[in-house]
């Protein structure tokens, strides 16, 4: 299995910033493509940004020119750095990683999710 720990969530005042993590652990396997998830009160879980294996990046528009993600391979740590943020970004934000668990004598997909970090923007 994997574990996903995400940190770095807070209360910030609108136009701030904050940096999240999410450090994956655990069995032999490599990430393939990670990605930050959101769900506010009341409504779905929706794409925040994802990053490939590749660094290839895709933003959700209301992401575009205010948040970044990264990752650091050799640290297995994903990040979002998210800045000019609005009341409207207030939700718990999860992490998610799309894996290959390797076995002694196989391989297999997998997916999972961190246990979730609020950040609070007050207006």
């Known amino acids: 299995q994997v574990q996903l720990v995400e940190s770095g969530g807070g209360l910030v005042q609108a136009g701030g910033s904050l940096r999240l993590s999410c450090a994956a652990s655990?069995?032999?396997?490599?990430?393939?493509?990670m990605g930050w998830y959101r769900e506010a009160p009341g409504k779905q879980r929706e794409l925040v940004a994802v990053?490939?294996?590749?660094?290839?990046?895709t933003y959700a528009d209301s992401a575009k020119g205010r948040f970044t993600i990264s990752r650091d391979n050799a640290k297995n740590t994903m990040y979002l750095q998210m800045n000019s943020l609005k009341p409207e970004d207030t939700a718990v934000y999860y992490c998610?990683?799309?894996?290959?668990?390797?076995?002694?004598?196989?391989?297999?997909?997998?997916?999972?999710w961190g246990q979730g970090t609020q950040v609070t923007v007050s207006s």
């Open positions: 998610n990683a799309a894996v290959t668990v390797y076995r002694p004598t196989s391989h297999f997909a997998a997916n999972f």
């Open positions: 655990g069995s032999t396997f490599s990430i393939d493509a």
């Open positions: 990053i490939s294996s590749g660094d290839t990046t």
